[in-house]
């Protein structure tokens, strides 16, 4: 019997299998990583979209109750916008909810108070 070194068929099989499976697992979770960093992107542009219209809120000289929607752009994206103003229990102090959503869904959200008369 010689002595014969190197890999049986069944060895460099098992080990094609252990590879094949690693890499799988490798181009999951790089997708899995493009899919959040997409998800981050659209939730900081979505908030930078919200405080703004938070701060014309805050600033207005006067605001009604009600509420109103409009449409702003944002980085090439569209993003729609709707506010709620409604007053609170406490006499004189209003409730401001800001939500705004991009073609996908909501993508922010921000609630302030301030007086009725600023």
Do not use: K
């Not at 980085?75 to 939500?99: C, F, K, Y």
């Amino acid at each position: 019997m010689t002595d014969r070194s190197g890999f049986t068929l069944i060895e460099m099989l098992v080990a094609l299998a252990v590879f094949g499976l690693a890499a799988m697992a490798l181009v999951n979770l790089s997708g899995e990583n493009t899919r959040s960093a997409a998800r981050v992107e659209t939730r900081t542009l979505g908030g930078i979209v919200a405080e703004n219209l938070a701060v014309e809120a805050a600033t207005m000289a006067v605001i009604g109750e009600g509420t109103s929607s409009g449409q702003v752009e944002l980085a090439g994206r569209q993003w729609n916008w709707s506010r709620a103003v409604v007053e609170t229990d406490v006499p004189g102090m209003l409730r401001i909810d800001v939500r705004v959503n991009d073609a996908e869904g909501q993508a922010a959200e921000r609630v302030l108070f301030r007086a009725q008369d600023a």
